[in-house]
C-alpha cells in the first residue's frame, strides 16, 4: 500500500490533465484568497501600521543586512521549528501537522504531475513520503483535537463541539484520514469503498483549499509576519513600548508559572 | 479603564484567567484566545498583565488620570525576582522603574494574614472602619473559595 502511487491508478478513470487541473485551482484559490482576506480584514494596514509605531520609539536604526539576518532567523526558529509556542505539546504537535503537510502536499504534486498515467512507474520514495506525511498529520492532527485545543483544555467544552474555527484543522484531519483510507482499499482492491473514500478526500481538499476565507489557514502567512516584526520590534529597541529584560541572575525559580493554569 | 488582549501576542495559555481576582478573564469561545469579559468590572489590578508568559495584555487608563498617547507596560520577571516598569507620558517623557518582587525565596515568609489580631469595637467605630463588618456582606451569602482551589503561588 505505502509503495503504490494511489494516483496512476486513479488515472485510468480520471485524465491526468484533471488532477494537474484540480491542484492548480487548489494553489490558485488558496492565494486569491489569503490576498483577499488580507485586504478585507485590513491586515496589511494593521501590520504596517504597527510597524510604523514601533519605529516612532525605536532607539536605534536597522538596516537592511540586519533585517535580512532576522528573517533568516525568524525563518529558521519560529517557521521551521515553531518556536513560539511555550508548550512543548502544542509545539511537537505543530511540527508534526506542518512537516505532514508539507511531506503529503509536495508528494502529491509530484506524483499528479509526474507520474500520474497508468503507465507511470513511480519511484517508491514519493508514495511513501505521501503515506508518511498523511500519517504524520493524522498524529499531530488528532493529538492536537482531543487534548490540545485552547478552550478543550481550559474551559472545559466537549471534544465534540465543532465551530467556524474549526474548519482548517478538521477539514485538515480528514483530508489525511480519507487519503490513507483511500490508499488501503484502493491496494486491497475493494472498488466502491476505495470510490467513496476517494470523493471523501476530494471534498476534504476541496473544503480546506477553498475554505481559506473563512478558516484559519492564512495565519500560516501572517504568523511569520508577526514573528518577524516582534524580532524587529526587539531589534531596534521599541520593544512595544515594553521594559528591557533585568540584568540579574536567575536564581529565585518559577512562582505563579511553575503550574500550568488548570484552574477554571 | 480595562485591559485588553493583543491577539497577535496570546497563545491561550490561560494563565490570566487562573489569576484575575475577579474573574472576569476568560478564553473566548470563537477565537479560542484570552478576552476580558466585563471589562466595566476590572479594576486594572495588572494581576493578568504581569502573569501573561507572552505580554500579550494591556490597560487602557482612564484618560482622565491617563491622556491617550501614553503607555505603561510591565515586565515581570520571576525567576530572576524582578518587576519593570516603563510609563511613557505622551510629551515624549519615559519614567522606568525595577523593583524586586521578593527578597524571599518563594513560598518563605508569608505574612498570616488570618493571626494577625480582631478589630477591637473602638477600632470599629473609627472613620477608617466604621462601615465594617456589615458592608463586607459576609453574612450575606457570598460566595466562598476554598484555599486548595487556588493556583500555587497564591497564597491568600
Known amino acids: 500500500m505505502i509503495s503504490i502511487n494511489p494516483f496512476s491508478e486513479m488515472s485510468a478513470l480520471i485524465p491526468s490533465f484533471v488532477m494537474q487541473t484540480y491542484v492548480v485551482v487548489m494553489f490558485l484559490l488558496v492565494i486569491g484568497a489569503t490576498l483577499f482576506d488580507v485586504v478585507h480584514k485590513k491586515s496589511a494596514k494593521y501590520f504596517f501600521n504597527n510597524s510604523e509605531k514601533a519605529k516612532k520609539s525605536a532607539t536605534r536604526e536597522v538596516g537592511s543586512g540586519e533585517k535580512a539576518s532576522i528573517a533568516f532567523k525568524t525563518a529558521t526558529n519560529e517557521v521551521l521549528t515553531s518556536s513560539e509556542f511555550c508548550s512543548t505539546r502544542r509545539r511537537l504537535a505543530h511540527l508534526l501537522t506542518m512537516y505532514g503537510f508539507v511531506l503529503f502536499v509536495i508528494a502529491t504534486a509530484v ?49 465534540y463541539r465543532v465551530m467556524r474555527a474549526d474548519l482548517f484543522v478538521l477539514s485538515l484531519i480528514a483530508m489525511a484520514t480519507f487519503a490513507l483510507i483511500w490508499s488501503y482499499c484502493q491496494a486491497n482492491g475493494v472498488a466502491v469503498w476505495q470510490t467513496l473514500f476517494f470523493g471523501l478526500f476530494i471534498v476534504a481538499s476541496t473544503v480546506l483549499f477553498g475554505g481559506v476565507l473563512w478558516s484559519k489557514f492564512a495565519h500560516m502567512f501572517y504568523k511569520p509576519a508577526a514573528a518577524f516584526q516582534k524580532r524587529v520590534t526587539k531589534a531596534d529597541g521599541s520593544r512595544e513600548n515594553l521594559p528591557e529584560p533585568a540584568d540579574m541572575p536567575e536564581k529565585f525559580g518559577l512562582g505563579i508559572k511553575r503550574e500550568a493554569p488548570r484552574h477554571y | 479603564m480595562p485591559t485588553f488582549v493583543y491577539m497577535t501576542r496570546c497563545d491561550g495559555c490561560g494563565h490570566c484567567v487562573d489569576i484575575c481576582p475577579s474573574d472576569i478573564m476568560h478564553i473566548d469561545k470563537t477565537i479560542r484566545r484570552a478576552v476580558n469579559i466585563e471589562p466595566n468590572m476590572c479594576w486594572e489590578c495588572y494581576s493578568c498583565v504581569k502573569a501573561c508568559p507572552q505580554n500579550a495584555i494591556d490597560a487602557r487608563g482612564y484618560t482622565d488620570f491617563a491622556p491617550l498617547g501614553h503607555s505603561v507596560r510591565v515586565l515581570r520577571e520571576e525567576e530572576k525576582g524582578i518587576i519593570s516598569w516603563k510609563i511613557k507620558f505622551r510629551d515624549g517623557r519615559e519614567k522606568n522603574f525595577v523593583s524586586p518582587i521578593t527578597t524571599q525565596p518563594w513560598g518563605e515568609k508569608i505574612p498570616k494574614l488570618g493571626d494577625l489580631e480582631v478589630p477591637d469595637q473602638a477600632a470599629l467605630d473609627s472613620q477608617l472602619l466604621c462601615f465594617e463588618p456589615d458592608a463586607l456582606n459576609v453574612e450575606t451569602g457570598l460566595p466562598v473559595i476554598s484555599k486548595d482551589k487556588l493556583k500555587e503561588g497564591v497564597y491568600y
Open chain 1, 111 to 159: 506524483m499528479i504531475f509526474s507520474y500520474s498515467t497508468p503507465s507511470s512507474v513511480t519511484p517508491s520514495l514519493w508514495p511513501l513520503l505521501w503515506h508518511f506525511g498523511a500519517a504524520m498529520l493524522c498524529v499531530g492532527g488528532y493529538w492536537f483535537w482531543f487534548f490540545i485545543r485552547v478552550d478543550v483544555a481550559a474551559e472545559g467544552n466537549k471534544w
